[in-house]
């Protein structure tokens, strides 16, 4: 062996290389990665520990730790088939001398994804206070008990993500103090979520290091804590009430506002809108560039102070990327709503990047003069997509839109409902280039898709063709037959200028 090999910064760089390149994304892949490095464990001792702390380091459940136990190895691996919740029926609790085997590597273990409670009577004989992997730094706990939580609490985890709220959730943040990223999955709602919610928000106020959040609605107590966390970098929010269920209120426990100054991504996925209204209105994010909102809105009133609400939040220097999703607009009586005038309120937001606006039961108001306006206070943009209910007639024209385009120079994506009744652009003759991906939809048919084809052909040169919502789309598959040709035809007549 290569006496550079001898020294521990060096082989440990070629390790952490290996690690990089196997970074596997399929279950194939994972095999023959864990086979690589378990080849090099065994190349030579120099080799042995690192490579063997690099395979043991992630394990995504607890049977190849237990597949360590010598008894239970034939039980686990039976036949060469992958396990399955049954092998553990009826067999025997874990020995001392076993529980050892089953340690053996629990000390190299980093991250852990743990799914199934079926074999947790096998591992009775380890003391229930006992943390047995000592250097865990993300654990995911897929359980809806947290018997034999414990064994898992490590004091160096930094990242936890949990599937349910307890009792043992106050335990995760009181003895992980190192704890940086804390995300719950609450699916259910039952009789005793408004419990569970108080009792995570209460958890919430316990944690002092917090990066990342990504929890349930939290009270505004736990709010107020959070904007005092110097740490805090990113917040989501997401609803576990199903519709019809009563809202989380803020308004009552609001005492003053908060300022959360490192926050740079927010996200609001909650039903009632008027909790995304309250945290906006008693917020400030002067440091926000995402924000991502899924929410309901029952009239245009709650809709108004919903938008002004945002425009309030201080982050019209900052916010880059903006994505808000109307799941509903109005009384839900299946009936569609009425315009939704969202995009005035939004003109203050100017560094945005990325713009996505989707109302599913009505539209989002657009016409030329407002798209130009908007592109005025938007020259950064790279995305913009504005997608409502094709049941409603455009009034942005070619023309407007290509006189607004002019004025994003750097726009990349975009998505919007068109009238093509008059395909003409006027006397423009710009081209605009960096245009790579375009949707249109319209509500009335496309009188001459030669002609519509032909102006994409002219002024945008990099789109080879238009994808489409929902509406005429023999139209636009037509349009784009004419694309092609137009595109085959400059190729062709290109074609000896180029190789000369």
């Given at each position: 062996?290569?006496?550079?090999?001898?020294?521990?910064?060096?082989?440990?760089?070629?390790?952490?290389?290996?690690?990089?390149?196997?970074?596997?994304?399929?279950?194939?892949?994972?095999?023959?990665?864990?086979?690589?490095?378990?080849?090099?464990?065994?190349?030579?001792?120099?080799?042995?520990?690192?490579?063997?702390?690099?395979?043991?380091?992630?394990?995504?459940?607890?049977?190849?730790?237990?597949?360590?136990?010598?008894?239970?190895?034939?039980?686990?691996?039976?036949?060469?088939?992958?396990?399955?919740?049954?092998?553990?029926?009826?067999?025997?609790?874990?020995?001392?001398?076993?529980?050892?085997?089953?340690?053996?590597?629990?000390?190299?273990?980093?991250?852990?994804?743990?799914?199934?409670?079926?074999?947790?009577h096998l591992l009775s004989v380890i003391p229930i206070e006992k943390c047995v992997f000592p250097r865990l730094r993300k654990l995911t706990w897929k359980l809806s008990t947290g018997k034999y939580l414990n064994l898992f609490l490590s004091r160096t985890l930094h990242r936890c993500s949990l599937f349910t709220i307890n009792q043992d959730l106050k335990n995760i943040v009181t003895r992980c103090a190192a704890l940086v990223d804390l995300s719950i999955k609450k699916i259910n709602f039952d009789a005793s979520t408004a419990d569970e919610l108080s009792l995570l928000s209460d958890s919430v106020r316990l944690c002092k290091q917090l990066v990342t959040l990504s929890c349930p609605p939290l009270d505004w107590a736990a709010w107020e804590h959070l904007s005092n966390l110097p740490s805090l970098v990113r917040v989501g929010v997401r609803d576990v009430q199903i519709r019809g269920a009563p809202p989380w209120s803020l308004e009552r426990d609001i005492?003053?506002?908060?300022?959360?100054?490192?926050?740079?991504?927010?996200?609001?996925?909650?039903?009632?809108?008027?909790?995304?209204?309250?945290?906006?209105?008693?917020?400030?994010?002067?440091?926000?560039?995402?924000?991502?909102?899924?929410?309901?809105?029952?009239?245009?009133?709650?809709?108004?102070?919903?938008?002004?609400?945002?425009?309030?939040?201080?982050?019209?220097?900052?916010?880059?990327?903006?994505?808000?999703?109307?799941?509903?607009?109005?009384?839900?009586?299946?009936?569609?709503?009425?315009?939704?005038?969202?995009?005035?309120?939004?003109?203050?937001?100017?560094?945005?990047?990325?713009?996505?606006?989707?109302?599913?039961?009505?539209?989002?108001?657009?016409?030329?003069?407002?798209?130009?306006?908007?592109?005025?206070?938007?020259?950064?943009?790279?995305?913009?997509?504005?997608?409502?209910?094709?049941?409603?007639?455009?009034?942005?024209?070619?023309?407007?839109?290509?006189?607004?385009?002019?004025?994003?120079?750097?726009?990349?994506?975009?998505?919007?409902?068109?009238?093509?009744?008059?395909?003409?652009?006027?006397?423009?003759?710009?081209?605009?280039?960096?245009?790579?991906?375009?949707?249109?939809?319209?509500?009335?048919?496309?009188?001459?898709?030669?002609?519509?084809?032909?102006?994409?052909?002219?002024?945008?040169?990099?789109?080879?063709?238009?994808?489409?919502?929902?509406?005429?789309?023999?139209?636009?598959?037509?349009?784009?037959?004419?694309?092609?040709?137009?595109?085959?035809?400059?190729?062709?007549?290109?074609?000896?200028?180029?190789?000369?």
């Amino acid at each position: 062996m290569h006496r550079a090999l001898l020294i521990p910064e060096v082989f440990l760089e070629i390790f952490a290389h290996v690690h990089q390149i196997l970074n596997p994304s399929s279950t194939g892949e994972k095999t023959l990665a864990r086979k690589s490095i378990a080849a090099l464990a065994r190349t030579c001792k120099t080799f042995h520990e690192p490579a063997m702390d690099l395979l043991w380091s992630k394990v995504d459940q607890l049977e190849p730790l237990l597949g360590c136990v010598t008894r239970l190895h034939p039980l686990i691996y039976h036949r060469g088939s992958r396990w399955d919740n049954t092998w553990s029926k009826g067999v025997e609790p874990l020995s001392a001398h076993e529980a050892h085997q089953f340690l053996r590597h629990s000390a190299r273990v980093h991250s852990l994804n743990v799914q199934s409670d079926h074999f947790f009577h096998l591992l009775s004989v380890i003391p229930i206070e006992k943390c047995v992997f000592p250097r865990l730094r993300k654990l995911t706990w897929k359980l809806s008990t947290g018997k034999y939580l414990n064994l898992f609490l490590s004091r160096t985890l930094h990242r936890c993500s949990l599937f349910t709220i307890n009792q043992d959730l106050k335990n995760i943040v009181t003895r992980c103090a190192a704890l940086v990223d804390l995300s719950i999955k609450k699916i259910n709602f039952d009789a005793s979520t408004a419990d569970e919610l108080s009792l995570l928000s209460d958890s919430v106020r316990l944690c002092k290091q917090l990066v990342t959040l990504s929890c349930p609605p939290l009270d505004w107590a736990a709010w107020e804590h959070l904007s005092n966390l110097p740490s805090l970098v990113r917040v989501g929010v997401r609803d576990v009430q199903i519709r019809g269920a009563p809202p989380w209120s803020l308004e009552r426990d609001i005492a003053y506002p908060t300022q959360f100054l490192n926050v740079t991504a927010l996200s609001l996925q909650v039903y009632s809108a008027g909790y995304i209204v309250a945290v906006m209105q008693h917020s400030q994010f002067p440091s926000l560039t995402e924000l991502k909102i899924e929410t309901d809105l029952l009239s245009s009133e709650e809709a108004e102070q919903f938008f002004r609400a945002l425009s309030n939040c201080k982050a019209c220097q900052t916010l880059q990327q903006l994505e808000i999703t109307i799941i509903s607009f109005g009384p839900r009586s299946g009936h569609q709503g009425g315009p939704l005038t969202a995009i005035p309120h939004l003109l203050c937001f100017t560094q945005l990047r990325i713009l996505r606006l989707v109302c599913r039961f009505s539209y989002i108001y657009l016409d030329n003069g407002l798209l130009l306006e908007a592109t005025s206070n938007w020259p950064h943009l790279r995305t913009l997509e504005i997608e409502g209910s094709c049941l409603h007639p455009s009034t942005v024209t070619f023309c407007g839109l290509f006189t607004a385009l002019r004025l994003c120079p750097h726009l990349h994506t975009l998505r919007v409902l068109i009238d093509p009744a008059n395909p003409n652009i006027g006397p423009n003759n710009i081209q605009h280039t960096s245009l790579k991906i375009v949707d249109f939809d319209t509500l009335s048919p496309i009188a001459n898709t030669a002609d519509v084809a032909r102006i994409i052909f002219n002024a945008l040169p990099c789109i080879d063709q238009v994808n489409r919502f929902t509406m005429h789309t023999k139209e636009w598959d037509e349009v784009n037959r004419h694309l092609k040709y137009l595109k085959a035809v400059a190729l062709h007549v290109a074609g000896p200028a180029s190789s000369l």
